[in-house]
């Protein structure tokens, strides 16, 4: 109600991110106030310098420079294959699990035509144009399971060249879960999916 | 993992707010590489902005100036009385109730020995000199109810001069609660602080 203008414009400005409401905004913006002059110009600057990021320009992947650091890595042996995934945080967790030394490809989302993101609106030709030049023999279609995500498998296998293997990455029961707590869905894909053993 | 410089340096600063955690300030840190640079300024400079906040030298409320709009506040019409909140998030919940017209104090806090938090480091002295210089008759204690809050109310109590009118703020059940919700010691306040109809 009388909160003062600086606090306010912060308020405002932190609140415009999606999950931060105007309440958590003041919450954060409070505490600040309390940090030191040098911890608030970092904080400005490092969100300044974001403005400089870049887009990979063969995997599309964000990137401190025109080419990232997975596809500068000469360590990354596992070539010829191409993971392709929606989005960097998709990227990042199959990072994290270290089961995966090759290349990947940011398509930048899904096809959703009523949203108005067509094959146009996302790096598809990019996709195919690496495929040739990179000599690609294996693509691992790791896309979040959903309407559209299944939509843009579908239409990805059908533009891509024939003699490519494409695989989808694998659906079934998470490890730790318990069948009690899974949606139906989940359980008909583990049941589909089972591996003789 | 191989997160870009300069999404890392964001998250970093993000993350040492107090209810963010590394991946949530990845999440907001990713938004932000998709806003314009006007935008990325506006934030950064709000942030920068909060190092200039004063606090009110009356009140001790965050403030542009050095005395905040609510002591500047002309139509504040109930004078003589202050009501003494610890912090500036107590001070906005009761103006957004809009049932109090008259002044504040912050303390800045409760007093906790544990934490090293004595009366010096809460502006006690202040508000003792407050009620001197303003000819207050009452104070209101809005203090939050917890051994530390009792402790504090009790506290400035006995150093608060005679023949001023302490009140603090009425305990009980919050308006559209249940009772089977309640804890018990908020239920014997509602027993204790009953009214006779």
Known sequence: VHLPEKIAATVEHLSRIPGIGKRTALRYALFLTRRSRDDLHALADSIRGLQEIKKCQKCNLLSDDNMCSI????????????????????????????????????????????????????????????????????????????????????????????????????????????????????ISKALENRKRM
Chains 1, 2 share one sequence.
């Open 71 to 186: 596809c500068r890595d000469p360590q990354r042996l596992e070539l010829g294959i191409i993971c392709v995934v929606e989005d960097i945080v998709d990227c990042l967790a199959i990072e994290r699990s270290g089961q995966y030394r090759g290349h990947y490809h940011i398509l930048g989302g899904v096809l959703n035509p009523l949203m108005g993101i067509g094959p146009q609106e996302l790096t598809i030709d990019k996709l195919v144009e690496r495929i040739k030049e990179e000599n690609i023999h294996t693509v691992i279609l790791a896309i979040n399971p959903s309407v559209e995500g299944d939509a843009t498998c579908s239409y990805i296998k059908q533009v891509l060249p024939d003699g490519i293997n494409i695989d989808r990455i694998g659906f079934g029961m998470p490890m730790g879960g318990h069948l009690e707590h899974l949606d139906a869905l989940t």
